[in-house]
């Protein structure tokens, strides 16, 4: 079980509980570099200290009519391209804009089913809105994409 509550400003908290042994670690940062201070805090807590392996989820070929989600995503502090998608990954290049963290990198998560896409350095799900509109859900915020043309469903194959 994990919460992650992310705020506009350099405040992050996130919280794991591991009712199972019975254990649990809060991690509460103050400042640009926070997300990847507590995602790595969190792995050592669960690698090291409990000797727990997480499950990663099984990796399916990209879902018919995935280049569909070729295009740009926005957020209020975030932008996100999806630049290519490359056998079971997608090429996203996310642009962070503050004031929490800002930066950019490109991630290339694989296709796990159900919408979602999960790397080594991050995790994303994607969906249509009730009005069409495609959106990527990335750090505890969606993207609405910008452009319109969105052809596929997360669980078609």
Not at 108 to 121: A, I, T
């Amino acid at each position: 079980m994990t919460h992650n509550p992310l705020t506009a400003g350099l405040n992050h908290v996130d919280i794991v509980v591991v009712p199972s042994r019975a254990s649990a670690l809060v991690a509460l940062t103050n400042g640009a570099d926070g997300p990847a201070i507590v995602d790595a805090t969190f792995e050592w807590y669960l690698r090291d200290v409990l000797r727990m392996e997480l499950e990663r989820p099984s990796q399916v070929p990209a879902p018919g009519g995935a280049a569909s989600l070729l295009g740009e995503y926005r957020a209020v502090t975030r932008s996100i391209t999806v630049e290519a998608v490359e056998g079971d990954l997608l090429v996203a290049e996310v642009v962070d804009t503050g004031p929490a963290w800002g930066g950019t990198e490109t991630f290339r998560p694989h296709f796990c089913g159900d919408g979602r896409l999960v790397g080594d350095r991050a995790a994303m799900e994607y969906g249509i809105l009730e009005d069409g509109c495609a959106w990527l859900r990335y750090r505890g915020r969606v993207h609405v994409r910008t452009e319109t043309g969105w052809e596929l469903s997360p669980n078609a194959s």
